[in-house]
């Protein structure tokens, strides 16, 4: 076991190492501004720092190139831990316990932007930068990141990159060298994220706010300076601006790398992914406009479809934040946002849930399956996109859907027993599995899981882990097989 744990543990401690490194942009902040959470920067960054050298000073000797069965390991060992790390100086700055300060890193580098705190626009403008940074970084997946900044790791980057990337095409490379790959993901997610922030302040928001909402949109983060959420600002260009860039982060950046580097918007055209994800979401935006119209809930058409398109658009894709408290809408929107969180997100993409490009394989493995009940002997491959997908990449997406359902299954019934009432429980697990934000019930818009007990926040901050590393990354830890050498 030894010998199989502390390889691992060599490289986590460099990626501690670069973690440190990331509190450093909040630090300077609030050297700039000399608020109250200075020291807890200054405190957090050179603990974990010195907790990541000495821990790579003692596992130094058991460097080696890791397998895959190490890349899994590192990637689970990752995002469990870090999520304490970074939670630290919430904690020790905040009036608020261990178990909170863990979901509120956690939530914001799963991207899952639920929240427990209140009075965010009061808080230091350190706190909220760092929140924020947290879903920026892991907005492609800090192990990604590692990989792309950390040339000298030395270990075998496929096999983390393979962990860690989402959807079921992870062996597709942009380039053969995974660092190279990582990098050029990397440009396009900063590049995007940079005109974010500038059309966002040419929209009417301050530079901070900017920034802040900016890294909020490209990693589908769901965190807000204000507890309002976009509300706050009710500013038509600004829903309008995190609205498109919301939908861009939906889609595969292996789509936007392409069409960047060939000019050619075509490359959008030919990825089915993209053509399904913007069909679902304009026709439920416009769906869901006409609806609540139809049901008084707005008195003008205008009105309901502006509020219809950016919310249904912000859950659809996982993005979390919002303009109104859509769970006292008509009980169908809500429910239909919920359900549209699950399957929308591309792989790839900054999103959680099912992911788009599953559930097309599960509609067309459907079909076929309908065809063969009247013809037996009929032999159809199964296509999607003019790609033909092999068999067994059929399998694994039903054993992740399978999978996945169960977890989110198994959870709704642990927080039911825990006392919670149906609609928080399941709106609950499903919105920190699929990386969502805010659910309905007592976790809805209007409130945040600050209501929830310990188990039953603890419970959440397990579904934002799951969900975030797709199930199989963290159940495959609890096979035999996996520990056989």
């Not at 993901?185 to 005109?195: F, K, M």
């Not at 089915?272 to 058409?301: N, W």
């Not at 219809?308 to 769970?327: C, E, K, M, P, R």
């Amino acid at each position: 076991m030894k010998q199989i744990i502390l390889p691992v543990a060599h490289v986590f401690a460099m990626v501690l190492m670069a973690f440190a490194a990331t509190m450093l942009a909040p630090l300077i902040l609030a050297i700039w501004g000399m608020d109250l959470a200075l020291w807890s920067f200054v405190i957090s960054a050179a603990a974990t720092f010195v907790i990541g050298a000495v821990l790579w000073l003692v596992t130094r000797r058991y460097k080696r190139e890791l397998k895959t069965r190490d890349g899994l390991l590192l990637v689970a060992l990752t995002w469990v831990l870090l999520p304490a790390v970074a939670g630290f100086p919430l904690w020790r700055y905040l009036p608020i316990d261990f178990t909170h300060a863990y979901f509120e890193a956690a939530s914001g580098l799963t991207t899952t932007g639920g929240t427990v705190l209140s009075g965010l626009q009061f808080l230091p403008r350190s706190i909220n930068l760092w929140r924020h940074l947290l879903s920026w970084l892991g907005g492609m997946g800090i192990i990604v990141l590692a990989v792309a900044i950390l040339p000298m790791l030395g270990v075998g980057g496929m096999q983390i990159y393979r962990a860690e990337m989402p959807g079921p095409m992870k062996d597709a490379k942009l380039t053969p060298r995974i660092g190279q790959t990582a990098k050029l993901l990397w440009t396009v997610y900063s590049g995007l994220t940079v005109a974010c922030i500038a059309c966002l302040k040419f929209a009417g928001m301050n530079w901070f706010d900017a920034v802040c909402h900016g890294f909020s949109a490209l990693s589908l983060g769901g965190f807000s300076t204000y507890d309002d959420s976009i509300g706050h600002f009710n500013s038509g260009p600004i829903e309008l601006v995190l609205t498109v860039f919301q939908v861009l982060a939906a889609l595969n950046f292996a789509t936007h790398y392409q069409a960047w580097t060939q000019r050619d918007m075509r490359a959008y055209f030919r990825d089915s992914e993209a053509k399904a994800i913007i069909g679902v979401l304009a026709a439920s935006a416009i769906g869901i406009g006409l609806y609540l119209f139809y049901k008084g809930t707005y008195p003008d058409l205008a009105t309901a479809l502006r509020e219809s398109t950016f919310n249904v658009v912000s859950i659809a894709t996982d993005g979390g934040l919002h303009t109104q408290d859509y769970s006292r809408w008509p009980v169908f929107a809500p429910m239909w946002m919920l359900f549209l969180s699950c399957i929308v997100a591309s792989s790839g993409s900054t999103g959680g849930g099912v992911k788009m490009i599953r559930t097309l394989i599960l509609a067309k493995q459907s079909n076929r399956e309908l065809n063969h009940l009247v013809h037996p002997n009929l032999v159809s491959p199964l296509k999607v996109g003019g790609t033909v997908i092999a068999n067994r990449v059929v399998f694994a997406v039903l054993g992740f859907v399978f999978l996945y359902f169960m977890s989110a299954v198994t959870l709704i019934f642990v927080q039911l027993a825990s006392g919670l009432d149906f609609t928080t429980s399941m709106s609950a697990i499903l919105a920190c599995i699929n990386n969502a934000g805010p659910g309905l019930g007592l976790v809805g818009p209007d409130s945040n899981y600050s209501v929830l007990g310990d188990f039953q926040t603890w419970v959440c901050s397990v579904a934002m882990l799951l969900g975030r590393l797709e199930v199989f990354t963290i159940l495959v830890l609890f096979t035999p097989t996996l520990w056989r050498k």
